[in-house]
């Protein structure tokens, strides 16, 4: 009776160890994303290229210092995948997400107004949320 409780015991316990270590990266969710701004891994134009990521599905893209467009539109989430929206609709980018950053993706993108983004490169987190950023909207 005590080796059978033992068996059933140890088998439970690598049951649940099995279903703990699937192997599987934890599902992104919007709310890893919102209200974070995420730079560009490489020069914008005339200094950083921002994406603004906000929770309200609202967000704002800035080429650089020498850019005076801002690109305000919504975000969404799509499995690992988000989609960037310019309210004016000339913009349409998608990015995975892969360890917190916003990895480009070419296929179905437009890119965008002054700079050529190459298929996987990334934008960062930067770390801070948006209400601790000080932002110059022109």
Same mark, same amino acid.
């Given at each position: 009776?005590?080796?059978?409780?033992?068996?059933?015991? @140890?088998l439970l316990l690598l049951v649940l160890?099995?279903?703990?270590? *699937?192997?599987?990266?934890?599902?992104?969710?919007?709310d890893d994303l919102a209200d974070q701004v995420y730079f560009y891994e490489k020069e914008g134009f005339g200094g950083n290229f921002a994406i603004t @990521?906000?929770?309200d599905g609202s967000m704002r893209c800035s080429?650089? /210092?020498l850019s005076s467009y801002f690109g305000p539109g919504t975000w969404e @989430?799509? /499995?690992?995948?988000?989609?960037l929206t310019t309210d004016d609709g000339k913009f349409v980018n998608h990015f995975t997400v892969e360890d917190g950053a916003l990895v480009y993706q070419a296929k179905d *993108?437009?890119?965008?107004?002054? @700079?050529?983004?190459?298929? /996987?490169?990334?934008?960062?987190?930067s770390g801070a949320s948006i209400g601790s950023l000080v932002t110059d909207e022109g």
């Open positions: 009776m005590l080796k059978r409780r033992l068996f059933s015991a @140890l160890l099995a279903a703990g270590c *699937s192997g599987q990266p934890a599902a992104v969710t919007a @990521l906000n929770s080429e650089g /210092g @989430l799509g /499995g690992d995948t988000v989609t *993108s437009t890119n965008f107004m002054y @700079l050529t983004v190459s298929d /996987g490169e990334k934008f960062l987190p």
